[in-house]
């Protein structure tokens, strides 16, 4: 057991091969089994009045139950908790605002708190299991991901061009049948865009630790043939966006002066013709048909988006502050066509919990992101503002789900690099009075120094 005095504020596990193993099985459980394989495993996680137990994700339980195994490894779980959090305060502020919305959810709109535990707590476990492993672990977490995005996306295409599906795709307690878009490992297409897009980010930003060169440019196709089969245009779209603000930063460094390898960019200029043929080839073959016919007729969606603003002509200043009755929104909702729901995740906050509760929680929200920003540099920023804008143009955070979890671990573990820890008082404090291992204290080397002769040329 680590004792609490001198352990770092971390709650990480122990760095041992059995505990990577469970660390590794957890993450894979987070992200392979989406809501989607939820509920068709006849998990009730989105019904009403279904079992309690069954509105939260088993990944959920696991992540309690490993922050607790971790805090329970430093003596006084309840003083590891507190330590930890005391080292990130932008944390306990993010807190006190998931505290203050849940529980204007639950006393005064009448939502359920699963939501609120799976889509705003668990992230904060997950940072406090990742953050601080070590170099090793990490690296080998990332290995992990990769075949798993990997993974993710070459399913994805599949089941795109074969129609085949993993999981089906449940709206609203049914079956979407005639939907083409591909829900692979990770679930709802959107979702899988999201994270597919931050991943691509990542590899475009230099940030893909354990992945080796060589693969870097098949990882970046298949995934962008992912986003195809996932049908993502807004998430397609801000990639598109970042690729292009990489790319302009990174010629305007080199013009400054910065050196470039030469040999990227020969291998760049001759990888170029063989990507255009393929292409082209896809092309041909329809891959980019449905994507293609989605950006042309996009079936209403930029319609309800529009539709959605609609809904502020018909609520009054004092429920728009304080919370509409949620009966009166669905209702409103229905005569508008929004069948699912208002696609912004911060319009959506604003007529569920009004303006009072959804600002500030907003703000909280905005103090976590910092926290999460500290170590992952200029790619960080970019993957967060990435992450906010495809989050403006859907339900995301406004619905319950798991992806903002997924996404504080791709972070983490993709991009994010500790700064060394400063040694505990006590330890430090015996270090400085400890001679160097293996030398003399100062005046002892003084007195066996040997005397050099006037006029020696020894230095």
């Known amino acids: 057991m680590i004792r609490a005095d001198t352990a770092p504020a971390s709650l990480s596990l122990p760095e041992t091969p ?13 992200m392979g089994v989406s809501t989607f394989a939820l509920l068709a495993l006849g998990w009730q996680y989105g019904e009403a009045g279904s079992n309690p137990l069954q509105k939260l994700h088993p990944a959920t339980y696991m992540a309690a139950g490993l922050v607790a195994l971790a805090a329970i490894q430093r003596g006084n779980p309840l003083t590891a908790v507190v330590q930890a959090l005391s080292e990130h305060p932008l944390i306990v502020v993010y807190l006190m605002g998931v505290a203050g919305l849940l529980a204007h959810a639950t006393l005064v709109v009448g ?23 070590s170099p090793e672990r990490r690296l080998a977490l990332a290995q992990v991901m990769h075949v798993f995005m990997a993974v993710n996306a070459a399913l994805g ?9 993993l999981t089906p795709i449940f709206v609203e307690g049914e079956t979407l049948e005639e939907e083409w878009r591909a829900s692979a490992l990770l679930g709802h297409p959107l979702g899988n865009a999201l994270l597919t897009g931050a991943y691509m980010i990542l590899i475009l930003a230099g940030q893909d630790r354990g992945l080796p060169k060589v693969l870097r440019a098949p990882a970046l196709l298949l995934a962008a043939a992912g986003m195809v089969a996932f049908g993502g245009r807004a998430a397609t779209g801000f990639v598109l966006v970042a690729l292009v603000y990489i790319l302009l930063a990174r010629l305007v460094r080199v013009l400054a002066g910065e050196p470039f ?39 209403g969606s930029a319609s309800t988006r529009v539709a959605m603003l609609e809904l502020f002509k018909h609520v009054g200043w004092y429920d728009l502050l304080f919370g509409p009755d949620p009966r009166f929104i669905a209702s409103l ?47 960080g920023v ?78």
């Open 382 to 459: 970019l993957l967060m503002l990435y992450f906010f804008a495809v989050a403006s143009a859907s339900l995301s955070l406004s619905a319950k789900s798991v992806v903002f979890a997924i996404f504080v671990l791709l972070l983490m573990i993709l991009a994010f690099t500790p700064a060394p820890r400063a040694l505990p008082k006590r330890a430090s404090e015996a270090a400085s009075r400890a001679p160097a291992q293996g030398r003399l204290p100062a005046q002892a080397r003084s007195r066996r120094r040997p005397v050099v002769p006037a006029g020696s040329l020894m230095p």
């Open 18 to 30: 059995l505990w990577g193993v469970v660390l590794a099985a957890f993450i894979l459980l987070l």
């Open 333 to 379: 909702m229905s005569m508008y066509g929004l069948t699912y729901g208002i696609e912004s995740f911060w319009v959506a906050m604003i007529f569920q919990h009004g303006i009072v509760v959804a600002v500030p929680f907003f703000l909280c929200l905005f103090a976590f992101a910092a926290e999460l920003l500290r170590g992952t540099g200029r790619a």
């Open 261 to 299: 390898d030469s040999r990227t960019l020969l291998a760049m200029l001759l990888a170029f013709p063989f990507i255009a043929l393929a292409v082209v080839a896809l092309n041909d073959a329809g891959f980019f048909e449905q994507f293609v016919a989605r950006l042309a007729d996009d079936e």
């Open 111 to 133: 939502l359920p708190a699963a939501g609120f535990i799976d889509t705003f707590i668990l992230p904060v476990m997950v940072l406090f299991l990742v953050r601080d492993v």
């Open 157 to 165: 295409v599949v089941e795109m061009e074969t129609g085949f599906r």
